[in-house]
């Protein structure tokens, strides 16, 4: 008895792993996503821009929006960090990312500049203590400093409804 | 969804834009035997943008940052652990080529020592039940009316 | 016009592949000779037919015809004519195509070539093959049509991917897909076994060509694409441990250990179940590397694009093929009598421990290269497996192997005594060892494990060797063609140990800044840079430089890296220069940067880097020599009549 149940082992196996892949397939889980370790920690620091309860934001979540001027998808979603910013009320501070700048402050000119504070982080040693892969990344900082989101891409209307502004409103 | 497909493998293949080594002159440090450390330890960390790079081989942006972080961190006297922990620190282990020792990746590091194991010690106890030889099975009615056959009886 | 036609042929290669795989099942089954030698005449029309379909898309690449969409996509008017031809698989409908017409061409030569072979096993082994190409057709036709059309065809195509415009990477597809079908035959062989319910002798017999085939086109499949890599990623690594790298690893263990397993089903009788095991693993494990390039579960340098609809079929088809062959396994295998009675300590038994150990180590790599993705399901963590991991799990594993490898063709079979064995080695152990002392003392005591790696290549060649040499003064002539065939595979294993260890380990780099006329200390050599000037390409813009090697003042060498930028894609590639003693590699690359503040050049010294690639042909060489033995083909076993008239 025990020996058939020897040789069902790799069937067994296959199984086990074929249902991972299925797995993996069904749940759109996408394998170059490299996860984010900066949420429900303290914020990094953020050169002179102070975080958290007496910093910046005045009590309320702050958003950290990092883009660049040669960035496209930056492009896509800078109309809803405007939003974000003028129409819902939130501080949002922008760290331009090896953009020279001239050509960031040009590229905000054109298209507004939604952001209470501006900083550039030309030779990307702030975005490397933020855990930046690459621009655009968004990361929304609670009243208290903890990083709660972080969007390793850009942001989307399903974001802002169903995440960032339910956030942002329950911080006031 | 073609287009899609195509876009996809476009930017995959930018990223992989094979590097003809990545560490340029200018960052290396003086120091040759911190260099050598710099240069190790970066073959340990992973490109986070790439597809299965160190950050030695790989072009991307990113990968150069984390390049002069490591040489900034050895240049302040850290150790190979600190540097390794500072970046863990800011990208998780997923940055570590050389997967944690932890809880969720012990089947990981154990399971093919362990099927090792488990079939060695297996494969020598049955091997020591099968000294004996087994007896013949017994004849069936068919077999044994071909024998008394060709028996001739 | 003629891609329609290929189109057709495809249609028709389908319905003769599904006619091919039931009607000689059933002949096979019912002793009808007729329907078993359908199966023949099937498998060459299906192999004709897919020939036609190949064809077909080779016209349409080679004329440029644009509104082909996979030609629009993959092809350009200006790529040179090699790579349009090559660019037919550079893709992954084309590949698959390819995919298919091995499949079918294999299923000819047993039809051609299997006269050896009983009716009955045959036809159930076409039949196999024919069913296992009814999936491949399938998929291709209703998921990865290459010969959809496009309503406006472009004026000219988005061009091939730089990378694979290249000589080496343009072949490696074809032969690793020789070795990766060719196992297929095996699996075929196997599944045939367990419905007859008979594993012996001349199974074993018959089917080793066929894996030792397939076994021979898998490793110069990897060792070319390991080249490639070596030559264009410009920095001297050969192997990244990336997840396809390793689906091509896998397969290869495991059919090493088939190799090896089938030896004792042969003389002994013994070792069936596992050795059919193999088969059914050795080409399932190459359909779950044809599953993870394309169905976009991992992320791969090797990647082609991600369409989870596609990644979703071949997940079924594996399921099918392996799970169905696995479940027939399980049944069928308890079933089969286990023959030979031996010791532990025995040539069975070693290579019981060879088994144990390839399957050890393809767990290792599989293990490796699945867990990320197992992990992030299961707990949303992410690590990543890197070169790190594998070194440190590998390496000691294959030691291991290399260590029992040598003694194992002294151990007798049966029972054996192994002080004796192990005396008839002493030579060989004394120069591995003064090789390992010799080494680490030479290189200063900087990576002594790597010294120690490089006694055991010196262990391999010296041990393969006075096996050989102890075999030819016993029996006063030349060994069988299936020993000398080993006896060259396991050297040139060494040799790939000592290549493999030296280059990764001792290599010598010089990365800098050079303007044009100014020179550097390298090594023995002074490098200087002459000229950098631009070029141009059929499809691309360069720069090429000229560097000369001088040594003690006398020119050595003149080497021209090159930096291309191919025009359509906007891509960079850089094409390092060798120069070769097949001792060791020079090697240079060209960086970025101007007449002002000079370029970025960096050059390397290889040792032993040329046998990484020697002895892995050697490897495949002894493989093809042992094929040629003539008692493969020749006074192959009758099997004997089930039942004897009565005398």
């Given at each position: 008895?025990?020996?058939?149940?020897?040789?069902?082992?790799?069937?067994?196996?296959?199984?086990?792993?074929?249902?991972?892949?299925?797995?993996?397939?069904?749940?759109?889980?996408?394998?170059?996503?490299?996860?984010?370790?900066?949420?429900?920690?303290?914020?990094?620091?953020?050169?002179?821009?102070?975080?958290?309860?007496?910093?910046?934001?005045?009590?309320?979540?702050?958003?950290?929006?990092?883009?660049?001027?040669?960035?496209?998808?930056?492009?896509?979603?800078?109309?809803?960090?405007?939003?974000?910013?003028?129409?819902?009320?939130?501080?949002?501070?922008?760290?331009?990312?090896?953009?020279?700048?001239?050509?960031?402050?040009?590229?905000?000119?054109?298209?507004?500049?939604?952001?209470?504070?501006?900083?550039f982080d030309q030779d990307g040693k702030l975005a490397l203590d933020w855990?930046?892969?690459?621009?655009?990344?968004?990361?929304?900082?609670?009243?208290?400093?903890?990083?709660?989101?972080?969007?390793?891409?850009?942001?989307?209307?399903?974001?802002?409804?169903?995440?960032?502004?339910?956030?942002?409103?329950?911080?006031? | 969804?073609?287009?899609?497909?195509?876009?996809?493998?476009?930017?995959?293949?930018?990223?992989?834009?094979?590097?003809?080594?990545?560490?340029?002159?200018?960052?290396?440090?003086?120091?040759?035997?911190?260099?050598?450390?710099?240069?190790?330890?970066?073959?340990?960390?992973?490109?986070?943008?790439?597809?299965?790079?160190?950050?030695?081989?790989?072009?991307?942006?990113?990968?150069?940052?984390?390049?002069?972080?490591?040489?900034?961190?050895?240049?302040?006297?850290?150790?190979?652990?600190?540097?390794?922990?500072?970046?863990?620190?800011?990208?998780?282990?997923?940055?570590?080529?050389?997967?944690?020792?932890?809880?969720?990746?012990?089947?990981?590091?154990?399971?093919?020592?362990?099927?090792?194991?488990?079939?060695?010690?297996?494969?020598?106890?049955?091997?020591?039940?099968?000294?004996?030889?087994?007896?013949?099975?017994?004849?069936?009615?068919?077999?044994?009316?071909?024998?008394?056959?060709?028996?001739?009886? | 016009?003629?891609?329609?036609?290929?189109?057709?042929?495809?249609?028709?290669?389908?319905?003769?592949?599904?006619?091919?795989?039931?009607?000689?099942?059933?002949?096979?089954?019912?002793?009808?000779?007729?329907?078993?030698?359908?199966?023949?005449?099937?498998?060459?029309?299906?192999?004709?037919?897919?020939?036609?379909?190949?064809?077909?898309?080779?016209?349409?690449?080679?004329?440029?015809?644009?509104?082909?969409?996979?030609?629009?996509?993959?092809?350009?008017?200006?790529?040179?004519?090699?790579?349009?031809?090559?660019?037919?698989?550079?893709?992954?409908?084309?590949?698959?195509?390819?995919?298919?017409?091995?499949?079918?061409?294999?299923?000819?030569?047993?039809?051609?070539?299997?006269?050896?072979?009983?009716?009955?096993?045959?036809?159930?082994?076409?039949?196999?093959?024919?069913?296992?190409?009814?999936?491949?057709?399938?998929?291709?036709?209703?998921?990865?049509?290459?010969?959809?059309?496009?309503?406006?065809?472009?004026?000219?195509?988005?061009?091939?991917?730089?990378?694979?415009?290249?000589?080496?990477?343009?072949?490696?597809?074809?032969?690793?897909?020789?070795?990766?079908?060719?196992?297929?035959?095996?699996?075929?062989?196997?599944?045939?076994?367990?419905?007859?319910?008979?594993?012996?002798?001349?199974?074993?017999?018959?089917?080793?060509?066929?894996t030792l085939a397939a076994w021979c086109f898998l490793t110069l499949g990897?060792?070319?694409?390991?080249?490639?890599?070596?030559?264009?990623?410009?920095?001297?690594?050969?192997?990244?441990?990336?997840?396809?790298?390793?689906?091509?690893?896998?397969?290869?263990?495991?059919?090493?250990?088939?190799?090896?397993?089938?030896?004792?089903?042969?003389?002994?009788?013994?070792?069936?179940?596992?050795?059919?095991?193999?088969?059914?693993?050795?080409?399932?494990?190459?359909?779950?590397?044809?599953?993870?390039?394309?169905?976009?579960?991992?992320?791969?340098?090797?990647?082609?694009?991600?369409?989870?609809?596609?990644?979703?079929?071949?997940?079924?088809?594996?399921?099918?093929?392996?799970?169905?062959?696995?479940?027939?396994?399980?049944?069928?295998?308890?079933?089969?009598?286990?023959?030979?009675?031996?010791?532990?300590?025995?040539?069975?038994?070693?290579?019981?421990?060879?088994?144990?150990?390839?399957?050890?180590?393809?767990?290792?790599?599989?293990?490796?290269?699945?867990?990320?993705?197992?992990?992030?399901?299961?707990?949303?963590?992410?690590?990543?497996?890197?070169?790190?991991?594998?070194?440190?799990?590998?390496?000691?594993?294959?030691?291991?192997?290399?260590?029992?490898?040598?003694?194992?063709?002294?151990?007798?079979?049966?029972?054996?005594?192994?002080?004796?064995?192990?005396?008839?080695?002493?030579?060989?152990?004394?120069?591995?060892?003064?090789?390992?002392?010799?080494?680490?003392?030479?290189?200063?005591?900087?990576?002594?494990?790597?010294?120690?790696?490089?006694?055991?290549?010196?262990?391999?060649?010296?041990?393969?060797?006075?096996?050989?040499?102890?075999?030819?003064?016993?029996?006063?002539?030349?060994?069988?063609?299936?020993?000398?065939?080993?006896?060259?595979?396991?050297?040139?294993?060494?040799?790939?140990?000592?290549?493999?260890?030296?280059?990764?380990?001792?290599?010598?780099?010089?990365?800098?800044?050079?303007?044009?006329?100014?020179?550097?200390?390298?090594?023995?050599?002074?490098?200087?840079?002459?000229?950098?000037?631009?070029?141009?390409?059929?499809?691309?813009?360069?720069?090429?430089?000229?560097?000369?090697?001088?040594?003690?003042?006398?020119?050595?060498?003149?080497?021209?890296?090159?930096?291309?930028?191919?025009?359509?894609?906007?891509?960079?590639?850089?094409?390092?220069?060798?120069?070769?003693?097949?001792?060791?590699?020079?090697?240079?690359?060209l960086g970025e940067g101007d007449a002002r503040h000079g370029w970025t050049?960096?050059?390397?010294?290889?040792?032993?880097?040329?046998?990484?690639?020697?002895?892995?042909?050697?490897?495949?060489?002894?493989?093809?020599?042992?094929?040629?033995?003539?008692?493969?083909?020749?006074?192959?076993?009758?099997?004997?009549?089930?039942?004897?008239?009565?005398?």
């Amino acid at each position: 008895m025990s020996r058939r149940l020897l040789f069902l082992l790799p069937l067994a196996t296959l199984l086990t792993m074929a249902g991972f892949f299925a797995w993996s397939m069904v749940s759109g889980r996408d394998p170059a996503s490299i996860g984010s370790v900066m949420v429900n920690r303290p914020a990094p620091p953020l050169a002179d821009v102070t975080l958290g309860p007496s910093g910046l934001g005045g009590g309320k979540p702050v958003l950290v929006n990092f883009f660049a001027s040669w960035c496209a998808p930056c492009l896509a979603e800078h109309p809803l960090i405007s939003r974000l910013a003028e129409r819902e009320g939130a501080t949002v501070i922008g760290v331009a990312w090896k953009n020279k700048p001239d050509e960031a402050r040009a590229w905000l000119a054109r298209l507004g500049n939604p952001y209470r504070q501006l900083l550039f982080d030309q030779d990307g040693k702030l975005a490397l203590d933020w855990g930046l892969s690459g621009v655009p990344e968004t990361y929304l900082v609670d009243a208290r400093g903890i990083v709660r989101l972080h969007y390793r891409r850009a942001i989307n209307e399903h974001d802002l409804k169903d995440t960032i502004l339910p956030l942002l409103r329950a911080g006031q | 969804m073609r287009r899609l497909a195509l876009l996809v493998l476009a930017l995959s293949a930018l990223a992989l834009a094979p590097s003809a080594q990545a560490v340029e002159p200018d960052e290396m440090l003086a120091d040759p035997a911190l260099e050598a450390r710099a240069r190790a330890i970066s073959r340990e960390l992973r490109c986070v943008v790439c597809q299965n790079q160190s950050i030695d081989d790989s072009q991307a942006e990113v990968a150069h940052d984390m390049r002069r972080a490591v040489r900034e961190r050895l240049e302040a006297g850290d150790s190979d652990a600190q540097v390794r922990n500072y970046m863990v620190a800011r990208y998780g282990d997923f940055a570590l080529l050389d997967p944690p020792f932890k809880p969720g990746t012990l089947v990981l590091w154990l399971g093919a020592p362990a099927l090792l194991v488990l079939a060695g010690t297996g494969l020598l106890i049955v091997g020591r039940r099968r000294r004996t030889v087994p007896a013949p099975a017994p004849l069936s009615d068919a077999e044994r009316r071909r024998v008394e056959d060709l028996l001739g009886r | 016009m003629i891609p329609e036609l290929g189109h057709f042929a495809l249609i028709l290669a389908l319905a003769v592949a599904a006619v091919q795989g039931s009607l000689p099942l059933l002949g096979a089954a019912r002793d009808d000779i007729r329907l078993m030698q359908l199966g023949r005449y099937a498998a060459l029309t299906q192999a004709f037919l897919v020939i036609l379909a190949f064809l077909a898309l080779v016209e349409a690449f080679v004329t440029s015809d644009f509104s082909v969409m996979l030609v629009a996509d993959n092809s350009h008017s200006a790529k040179p004519l090699l790579y349009k031809i090559t660019g037919v698989w550079g893709n992954h409908e084309g590949s698959m195509l390819l995919w298919a017409l091995i499949l079918s061409l294999f299923g000819a030569a047993v039809a051609i070539f299997g006269n050896n072979l009983p009716d009955t096993l045959r036809a159930r082994v076409l039949a196999i093959q024919a069913l296992i190409g009814v999936g491949f057709l399938a998929f291709i036709l209703f998921t990865s049509n290459p010969f959809a059309r496009l309503a406006a065809p472009p004026f000219d195509g988005n061009g091939l991917n730089p990378l694979l415009q290249d000589p080496g990477l343009a072949f490696h597809p074809p032969i690793l897909y020789l070795g990766y079908v060719g196992f297929s035959v095996t699996y075929s062989f196997a599944i045939a076994a367990l419905l007859e319910g008979r594993v012996d002798v001349a199974w074993a017999r018959w089917v080793r060509p066929w894996t030792l085939a397939a076994w021979c086109f898998l490793t110069l499949g990897i060792a070319l694409g390991s080249w490639w890599a070596y030559y264009i990623l410009g920095w001297g690594g050969f192997w990244f441990w990336d997840p396809v790298e390793n689906a091509s690893l896998m397969p290869w263990l495991a059919g090493t250990a088939l190799l090896h397993s089938a030896i004792v089903v042969e003389k002994r009788d013994a070792l069936q179940s596992w050795t059919v095991l193999l088969a059914i693993l050795a080409f399932s494990l190459s359909l779950l590397g044809t599953f993870l390039v394309r169905s976009g579960v991992l992320t791969s340098v090797h990647a082609f694009a991600q369409d989870p609809a596609r990644g979703m079929f071949i997940l079924a088809f594996l399921l099918v093929v392996t799970g169905g062959g696995l479940a027939l396994y399980a049944w069928r295998a308890p079933q089969l009598q286990p023959g030979g009675l031996f010791q532990p300590l025995s040539r069975e038994g070693a290579l019981i421990l060879n088994n144990l150990l390839l399957c050890t180590l393809a767990a290792t790599v599989l293990l490796g290269t699945l867990y990320p993705l197992v992990l992030d399901l299961v707990s949303g963590d992410k690590v990543s497996v890197g070169p790190p991991f594998f070194n440190i799990t590998f390496v000691p594993v294959a030691l291991a192997l290399f260590a029992a490898l040598c003694v194992g063709p002294f151990l007798s079979w049966k029972r054996a005594e192994l002080w004796r064995a192990l005396a008839r080695l002493r030579a060989a152990f004394a120069i591995a060892v003064i090789a390992m002392v010799v080494t680490a003392t030479a290189i200063d005591g900087r990576a002594t494990l790597a010294a120690v790696a490089f006694g055991f290549g010196v262990w391999l060649i010296a041990g393969s060797l006075t096996e050989f040499v102890g075999r030819v003064r016993q029996t006063r002539r030349l060994p069988p063609r299936a020993m000398i065939g080993m006896t060259i595979s396991h050297a040139a294993l060494g040799l790939v140990v000592l290549g493999a260890v030296s280059t990764a380990a001792w290599h010598t780099e010089l990365i800098t800044t050079l303007r044009a006329g100014e020179g550097v200390k390298f090594g023995r050599y002074i490098a200087t840079l002459g000229k950098v000037e631009p070029l141009k390409g059929p499809n691309y813009d360069a720069e090429r430089a000229t560097i000369v090697l001088t040594l003690d003042g006398a020119p050595f060498a003149t080497m021209t890296p090159e930096r291309r930028l191919f025009t359509v894609q906007q891509r960079q590639i850089a094409e390092t220069s060798i120069h070769t003693n097949l001792l060791r590699d020079l090697y240079a690359t060209l960086g970025e940067g101007d007449a002002r503040h000079g370029w970025t050049v960096r050059l390397y010294e290889n040792p032993l880097a040329p046998w990484i690639w020697l002895g892995a042909a050697l490897c495949a060489l002894g493989g093809f020599v042992s094929l040629s033995d003539r008692r493969l083909r020749v006074g192959a076993p009758r099997r004997k009549a089930q039942e004897q008239p009565a005398e």
